[in-house]
């Protein structure tokens, strides 16, 4: 048919960290035709649906060891990597785009086996080992750190940072802050990713009275899985699971103590804010470390690793930045300066030049 849209399919699982860039991605595609290729009962079932089509298949990853339960995963790859290729096509797609995670194995596949176009896009600085297998395999790997490329040393790649949320970009609609914090007192904002973080949560609990005492108001998202989340109470203190308006939260921030995932740390530097990263102890090969020394050797943050962090260490280090207003404002401007705000333009672009080209 002449003049039809172009048709994506659009393969992201999981975790807001895979999820949140490629919903900003397929915002800049308006003139295309998207669905969506997921897995049941994970977060896109929640985002995806009201905006897209949803396709979900059975897939799951490796373990380590090969065992019974590496041959029903293996089974459950197969029958996937057929189901994709059915869809594919069915539905005349023309080309596959994916931020990794389990599901990028089937899809990238599928689309190769049919001669199809994959972008593939990978926001940690040292890629998932779905990205260095697959990575070579795809017309090309957009990385959101520049380092990250000299892991991929057989797959074409270029920097077009990580997409971030609408809601950080628009310049002229900046919402309000809807929580009770006076203007003019110093804000540190604790978060641990879209999981929560116990240990964080428990650390900052028994550092956070001497903050206060410097004036010092927190919030703290401590996710839905810490059993002592209400435990600390305070007028300067606010103690939520989760909270959806992170731009204006991360806007009014002087400090933030957070997780490194990728999703997180561009939210950081779109927003110019400094850091004290704490790298979750347990995340594939390190690689929230990774994503930490790109903020610390330009100076944008600070990182502890979890095992050796103190309440005592985290308390000294907080206080010694509040009174330091002028090291955290340079620390901010060096986080501002890792950010690309244009990454989600700049992505759709690099699609639209692959899958028309």
């Known amino acids: 048919m002449a003049n039809a849209p172009i048709r994506l399919l659009i393969a992201a699982s999981g ?4 999820l949140f860039p490629a919903i900003a991605l ?5 003139e295309y035709e998207i669905e969506w290729l997921g897995v049941p009962d994970r977060l896109e079932n929640q985002l995806v649906p009201k905006e897209y089509p ?3 298949i059975a897939v799951a990853g490796f373990q380590q060891g090969f065992g019974l339960s590496s041959l029903l995963v293996l089974g459950k790859l197969l029958g996937s990597i057929l189901a994709v290729r059915r869809l594919l096509k069915k539905g005349n797609f023309q080309g596959v785009f994916t931020t990794g995670g389990y599901i990028a194995g089937p899809a990238v596949i599928a689309a ?14 040292l890629p998932g080992k779905v990205t260095r297998f697959f990575g070579p ?4 790997v957009a990385v959101g750190f520049d380092v990250a490329a000299k892991y991929l040393p057989r797959a074409k790649s270029v920097c077009v940072g990580t997409p971030v949320r609408s809601q950080f970009l628009d310049s002229q609609n900046h919402p309000s802050l809807d929580l009770a914090i006076p203007d003019g007192v110093p804000l540190i904002v604790v978060f641990g990713g879209s999981q929560g973080a116990v240990g964080i949560n428990k650390l900052v609990r028994e550092a956070a009275p001497t ?9 703290h998202l401590t996710g839905d899985k810490d059993p002592e989340a209400q435990s600390l109470q305070h007028p300067q203190y606010i103690s939520l699971p989760f909270y959806n308006d992170m731009a204006p939260l991360l806007r009014r921030a002087n400090l933030a103590i957070s997780r490194s995932g990728a999703g997180s740390l561009t939210e950081l530097a779109i927003c110019g804010v400094p850091a004290i990263l704490i790298p979750y102890p ?3 090969e390190d690689h929230q470390s990774y994503n ?9 943050a600070l990182m502890f690793q979890q095992s050796a962090l103190t309440a005592d260490i985290l308390q000294t280090q907080v206080l010694n930045l509040l009174r330091s207003p002028d090291e955290l404002a340079k620390m901010g401007e060096l986080a501002k300066a890792i950010a690309v705000p244009e990454s989600a333009e700049k992505l759709a672009s690099l699609v639209r030049e692959v899958v028309e080209s």
Not at 15 to 18: C, I, L
Not at 112 to 125: I, K, T, Y
């Open 15 to 18: 975790t807001g960290g895979h």
């Open 26 to 30: 397929a915002q800049k595609l308006p």
């Open 54 to 56: 949803l396709n979900t």
């Open 112 to 125: 190769r086996s049919l001669g199809l176009p994959v972008v593939f896009h990978e926001s940690n600085a």
């Open 137 to 140: 395999w795809c017309s090309m």
């Open 211 to 219: 903050w206060f005492e410097a004036g010092a108001y927190v919030v």
């Open 282 to 284: 347990f995340a594939a």
């Open 292 to 300: 930490a020394e790109v903020f610390t050797k330009v100076g944008a």
